[in-house]
Structures are given as structure tokens and as C-alpha cells.
């Protein structure tokens, strides 16, 4: 049988799709094995309660701010277009926008509120994520997966609360202090609050929760009827960000 | 290659044409290379705008690529011989288009390398996902097409009988790309600019006005520059449609206007306002968004006139205010207007870097040398004579 250059070139191309279809069809089946072999935490549902009458005494206090930028390398960037933020302070009124209201307290008017991810219950950010890079744990907390992130940025787009963070530059020369325990980031992709799952997974609070001198922060499982955050919720009015969109934050402010 | 041999015999124009192109795209590969090892914070993008121009501009693109279902619906579903000459070319076109697409979502990646991620872990439930997949399949979908057609007609026999399923499944293919990236922005929870029901047809409708409008202006380049001619009447047809895709897009935006400031919902009427008339004392897109006003107004007049319309160079101007009014529309507003402000009120505007529009001028010169090329290929095979451009 002879060969011509076409038919050659025809088999070639035939023989690579169906290499690739078979690297597909095996991708898909590991895609549906994963879920069940994956190490999980026990479900839960961690749950933040920030009480701001105690959280707004001191002013200016920037302490779990502090805390938690140190131990997660999360770099000091001056220009603020390009700045990588977990936790920090915004006026009540930009946090809160549908409490809209010119006669509200003196004690909420323009004070700043500590904002960070909100590990909503029903993530958009998860939803958008094209490769599952930013996924909900059982224990709730929104996780984020920064060495298989492409840097599409679609999760800032699609959270209502902007507590996301992209890498615009490398962030490794604006680092301060180094803690070798918790990994840097490289330039290119999306980081945000983990809820300090490394240290939940020992047994420990959140870092914010432990560096709040006011004990402003509780932090507990919503799961569990006897736990602080429950007992915090039923005793006083509490209110979340932007509970229309239907996200159902897991951050909930005493007010 | 295919037909290859076609494109790279020409006159002295047409070389100095494809190197002035290749000129181009080498600046805007340079500029890339220093995005690569800088980071995208080179370009004009911030936390509060996080997607600029490379994304507005891939998703105006999908739009002229799905416009080719404008000339494919009326010949092969309806028999439409008129549009027999210039079919081919909008196939053409929407390849080079889908490729611009690849390439703007390409230099938006902050980690382009790990792009494949995408397929390496399939996620039904992003959009992304699905854009990629319909891109894809839509980019394939026209090679195949053009290949087998062109093929057969240079052979001087009739396409082969398999083509036209292909052909017919190309058509609401078409319809999936640009509904597909219209759900990348009309889902999410806390960006009401974007969340909108008729996000997709606006998108559908800018679309089969700008690239139609497109595809007029280069059938007029063609018959200046070469002896083919598509006539009179196949531009006049699409002339047709160009007017009444650009009424339906000025009527779904007076749509949007009406129901944002009827309603009066503060977080709807901010980015209107934004772009309209600017936002405590922040107004940078303002004349931007009033040249699309103004443009879409004249050229709207000029194309429903049946004596503007039926002037041929009446015509192009109206169709270069058409294409330049949808390219500001989709192109700059409808995606950095979504971002101003940000979901904690704060206003952070928004201008490209001189870096960032090397390299989207770059991938406009990729687009364009694609086209050349396909034009020179298609019209050399069709005439059967090398065509002097």
C-alpha cells in the first residue's frame, strides 16, 4: 500500500485526537473520582460575629489587621490600585450601603468597620471560578488555591464585597518581614482571608480573633446550638453585608 | 498548507501592506513580553477596574465574529443567492475575529501558562468554561467550513453532502457565542450595570450591526483595491440588515435607560450617571460615552433614509460611525462602566497604559494580516487569477 504525503498527514491528525480524547475522557473520570478521596474537614459552619460597639472603642486600631497581614506574608503595596489587602477598615456607610440612612447613630456614622471575605455560604466567586481554584470547604470556609489559579480575576468580578485581591505586581519585594511557616505569592494571581484554615486545622482561632485586644471578634460553629457566636446572635440585632444578593455571609456584625 | 501558496505571491502593495502589519505586531509582542515579566500591573487595571481593555475588546470581537451567521442564515438556510459572493469572506472574517477573541483573553491571564488549567479541570458551572468551549467550537466549526468549501470550489465541484449539517450547526452556534459572553457578566450577584435579561440580545443586536457594517466597508476596500467586485446588490441587502440590528440596539438601550432611571435605584442609576454625565467630579468616559450617543444618532438617521442608504459613500461613512459608535459602546463603556464605582462606592477610574494599547494594537494587527491573507487566499481561488493587491 502506498502512502501519500495527504493521507499521512490525514492519519497524523486523526491518531493526536484521539490522543487527546482519550486525555479528556481520563481527565473527566478523575473530575468525578476526586470529591470522594479528597481529605475533608468535619462539616461545620465556622462563623464570624464582630461585635462593633467593642471593635469601634479604640479608633484607629489596626491590630487584627496587623496580625493577620504578618503571618500570611500579605505585602505592604503603597499605590492603592495595586494593593493586596485580607482584612481592613472601610466606613460603615460603603460597608452597609442598603442601611442607607442620613440620621443614623453617631456611633455607626462614618466609623470604620472591619471588612474581609465573607466565606458566604453560597459563593459567587466559587461559582465563576474556571478551574475550581477557589472552592468551599466542608467547614465552610472559601479556600483559594493560588498554584492552580490562572489570574482571570472573574472571582473579584463576580464577589459583591471586593475582598478579593489580584497580584498586579510580584508581591515579594514589598514584604516587610517574612514568616517562613505560611507561603508567598507570585505575581498573577488572585489571594484573599482563608479564615486561617491552617490554623483551624490545629485546634486554633483565627488569627484576627486572637489579636483583638476588645474581644470585639467570636469566632465559633453556627452548627452548634451551644456555641458563642449562637448564644451572641440570639441575644442581640445583627446585621450582614449585602444579605439581598442572596450570597448568605458567614460574617455578621452586632450593632 | 492550505491554498497557502496564493498568499504569498503578490504585488510590491501588498508585501509593504503585510510588513507594515508584521511591524505591528512585533511592537505589540514586545510590549507582551514586558507585561510577562512585569505583571499586568503595567496596565492601567486596578482592584476596583479589573478588567479593561482586553476584555471589552474580546467581547465587541465575539460579537463581529458571531455577525458572520448574518450573511451564512440567509445563503445556506434561505437559498440566498445574492450573498453567494460574499459568504465566504464573512466565514473569513469571523475566523481572524474568534483568533483576536484567544489571543485578547490570552494577555488578560495573570499566569498565561497555567491557561490550560481550564480544560485540565472542567467547571460546568463557570461561564468561563462554557466561552471557552463555545469559542473553540465555533473556531473550528468555520475552518472546517471554509476549508471544504473553498476546497471543492477550486476543484470546480460541488461541495461535498456532509457540510451542509456543519454549515446549519454554525448557525446557532454563532447565536452561543455571543449569549455565553453575554452570561459572563449578566450572572453575577452586586454588579447591576451587568444584570440585566437582555444583556445577551443587546449584545446580539450591537453585534450584527457592527459586523455586518464591517463586512460592507470591506467588500467597497475590495472592489478599490482589486478587479473583484461583490455588486451592488449584496451590500444594499446588508445595509438592510445593518439598520435594522443598529435600531434594535439603540431601542434595547433606551430599554435599559427607562428602566434604571424610572425605577430610580440608586445602585442601577450610578453607573449610567458615571457614564453619562460623571460621579462626584470623576467624568473620564463622559465624552466617550456621548460620542457613541452622537454617532449612533447620525448614522441611525443616515441608514434608515433610503436615499442616504442607497449612496454607496454615504453608506460607508455611516457604516465607519456604526462600527466606530458599537466598538465605544461595547468596547470601552459597557465593560469599565460596570466597574465605576466599585461595590464599596469608591471611584477608581480607568485609562489603558501605553503598553496596554501596544499590545491590544497588536492583536487588531494580528486580526487584520488573518484577513488579508484569507481575502487574497479566497479571491485568487474564486477568480482563478492572482489578484494585484
Redesign the interface.
Known amino acids: 500500500m502506498r502512502i501519500d504525503r495527504r493521507t499521512l498527514l490525514r492519519l497524523t491528525g486523526v491518531s493526536l485526537l484521539a490522543v487527546a480524547g482519550r486525555k479528556v475522557a481520563s481527565v473527566l473520570g478523575a473530575v468525578v473520582d476526586s470529591g470522594a478521596s479528597a481529605a475533608q474537614p468535619p462539616a461545620r459552619r465556622w462563623a464570624m460575629v464582630i461585635d462593633l460597639p467593642k471593635c469601634l472603642k479604640e479608633e484607629g486600631c489596626t491590630k487584627c489587621i496587623a496580625a493577620c497581614h504578618r503571618l500570611h506574608n500579605v505585602p505592604l503595596i503603597t499605590d492603592s490600585r495595586h494593593e493586596v489587602k485580607w482584612i481592613w477598615k472601610a466606613p460603615f456607610e460603603n460597608v452597609f450601603p442598603s442601611q442607607e440612612n442620613a440620621y443614623i447613630t453617631e456611633t455607626l456614622h462614618g466609623k470604620q468597620v472591619p471588612v474581609f471575605c465573607n466565606h458566604c455560604a453560597d459563593p459567587p466567586c466559587v461559582r465563576v471560578c474556571p478551574t475550581q481554584a477557589t472552592w468551599k470547604r466542608r467547614d465552610g470556609v472559601v479556600m483559594m488555591d493560588w498554584h492552580r489559579c490562572i489570574g482571570c480575576r472573574y472571582c473579584m468580578v463576580a464577589c459583591p464585597y471586593g475582598s478579593r485581591s489580584f497580584n498586579w505586581v510580584d508581591p515579594r519585594p514589598h514584604l516587610t518581614q517574612m514568616n517562613p511557616d505560611f507561603p508567598t505569592r507570585t505575581k498573577g494571581v488572585v489571594e484573599k482571608c482563608t479564615l486561617c484554615y491552617e490554623r483551624l486545622d490545629k485546634g486554633q482561632l483565627p488569627a484576627c480573633v486572637d489579636a483583638c485586644s476588645e474581644k470585639a471578634m467570636v469566632f465559633g460553629d453556627l452548627d452548634d446550638p451551644k456555641s458563642e457566636v449562637r448564644r451572641l446572635l440570639e441575644a442581640r440585632y445583627s446585621i450582614r453585608r449585602a444579605p439581598e444578593l442572596g450570597t448568605q455571609p458567614e460574617i455578621y456584625y452586632l450593632v | 498548507m492550505f491554498m497557502f501558496e496564493k498568499a504569498v505571491v503578490g504585488s510590491r502593495r501588498y508585501w509593504i501592506w503585510i510588513f507594515c502589519l508584521l511591524a505591528v505586531i512585533l511592537a505589540g509582542l514586545f510590549a507582551y513580553l514586558r507585561q510577562l515579566s512585569?505583571?499586568?500591573?503595567i496596565t492601567g487595571?486596578?482592584?476596583?477596574v479589573?478588567?479593561g481593555l482586553y476584555i471589552a475588546q474580546f467581547t465587541f470581537m465575539v460579537g463581529v465574529a458571531a455577525s458572520a451567521v448574518m450573511v451564512v442564515l440567509p445563503y445556506y438556510l434561505h437559498n440566498y443567492k445574492v450573498f453567494a459572493r460574499v459568504t465566504i469572506l464573512g466565514e473569513f472574517l469571523a475566523i481572524s475575529a474568534v483568533t483576536m477573541c484567544g489571543l485578547f483573553?490570552f494577555v488578560?491571564?495573570?499566569?498565561?501558562h497555567?491557561?490550560l488549567?481550564?480544560?485540565?479541570?472542567?467547571?460546568l458551572?463557570?461561564?468561563?468554561?462554557w466561552d471557552?468551549v463555545s469559542l473553540g467550537g465555533y473556531l473550528l466549526l468555520n475552518v472546517i467550513i471554509t476549508l471544504v468549501t473553498l476546497s471543492a470550489e477550486r476543484e470546480d465541484v460541488a461541495p461535498p453532502r456532509w457540510i451542509k449539517p456543519v454549515i446549519l450547526l454554525s448557525i446557532p452556534w454563532a447565536i452561543s457565542i455571543h449569549t455565553v459572553t453575554a452570561f459572563?457578566y449578566s450572572g453575577?450577584?452586586?454588579?447591576s450595570f451587568w444584570l440585566t435579561a437582555i444583556m445577551a440580545p443587546r449584545f446580539l443586536a450591537s453585534a450584527f450591526a457592527a459586523g455586518p457594517a464591517l463586512l460592507i466597508l470591506l467588500c467597497l476596500a475590495i472592489r478599490k483595491l482589486t478587479r473583484f467586485d461583490v455588486g451592488r446588490e449584496p451590500i444594499q441587502k446588508l445595509a438592510v440588515i445593518v439598520t435594522y440590528a443598529m435600531i434594535l440596539t439603540v431601542f434595547f438601550f433606551l430599554l435599559e435607560l427607562f428602566t434604571t432611571f424610572y425605577s430610580r435605584i440608586?445602585?442601577d442609576m450610578v453607573h449610567f450617571e458615571y457614564l453619562l454625565v460623571g460621579l462626584q467630579g470623576y467624568h473620564a468616559l463622559v465624552p466617550w460615552m456621548w460620542s457613541f450617543i452622537i454617532l449612533a444618532a447620525i448614522s441611525l438617521t443616515l441608514l434608515i433614509l433610503p436615499r442616504t442608504r442607497h449612496n454607496e459613500s454615504v453608506l460607508a461613512a455611516s457604516c465607519i460611525m456604526v462600527f466606530v459608535s458599537l466598538w465605544i459602546e461595547k468596547g470601552v463603556c459597557q465593560v469599565i462602566g460596570g466597574f465605576i464605582p466599585?461595590?464599596?462606592?469608591?471611584i477608581?477610574e480607568y485609562a489603558p497604559t501605553l503598553p496596554e494599547v501596544a499590545i491590544v494594537v497588536g492583536i487588531w494587527a494580528v486580526g487584520i494580516l488573518m484577513t488579508t491573507v484569507f481575502y487574497k487566499i479566497a479571491l485568487s481561488v474564486r477568480e482563478g487569477y492572482d489578484v494585484a493587491y
Not at chain 2, 487595571?45 to 476596583?48: F, Q, T, V
Not at chain 2, 458551572?125 to 468554561?129: A, I, L, N
Not at chain 2, 466599585?342 to 469608591?346: M, R, V, W
Open positions: 512585569y505583571g499586568l500591573g487595571l486596578s482592584r476596583d479589573i478588567w483573553i488578560d491571564m495573570g499566569q498565561p497555567r491557561v488549567n481550564v480544560l485540565l479541570y472542567p467547571t458551572h463557570s461561564m468561563m468554561f471557552m459572563l453575577l450577584p452586586g454588579r440608586p445602585e466599585a461595590p464599596l462606592g469608591n477608581t
